[in-house]
Nanobody, 123 residues
Framework: VQLQASGGGLVQAGGSLRLSCAASGLTFSSYAMGWFRQAPGKDRDFVAAISRSGGSTDYADSVKGRFTISRDNAKMTVYLQMNSLKPEDTAVYYC?????????????????WGQGTLVTVSS
């Protein structure tokens, strides 16, 4: 199983980025998917999650209204569209897969993890 995250970079506050996470080696449509982030010296925090069908989503309060998670099961890819970025969004972003129809905000309930992609938001 491999999850390959991409799309991170340096952006000014107020800007946008779109993260992608391409999966391989698993039946993607059987997995709920999530995005987490970890800033230097901090815990890994939940950002967003989506059910295996894509019909249900969940967001951390800090990103609601700014971030959108989506998935394309045919392409075996999950996305995180990030708008109105703030300096406090700076972190390494990780995608994760959970073998379940339901997503979770708890990182240890996800079995598979991508390598992370760095997002830096300058003020």
């Amino acid at each position: 199983v491999q999850l390959q995250a991409s799309g991170g970079g340096l952006v000014q506050a107020g800007g946008s980025l779109r993260l992608s996470c391409a999966a391989s080696g698993l039946t993607f449509s059987s997995y709920a998917m999530g995005w987490f982030r970890q800033a230097p010296g901090k815990d890994r925090d939940f950002v967003a999650a989506i059910s295996r069908s894509g019909g249900s989503t969940d967001y951390a309060d800090s990103v609601k209204g700014r971030f959108t998670i989506s998935r394309d099961n045919a392409k075996m890819t999950v996305y995180l569209q990030m708008n109105s970025l703030k300096p406090e969004d700076t972190a390494v972003y990780y995608c994760a897969g959970r073998y379940s129809g339901r997503y979770s905000q708890v990182f240890y309930e996800y079995a598979y993890w991508g390598q992370g992609t760095l997002v830096t938001v300058s003020s």
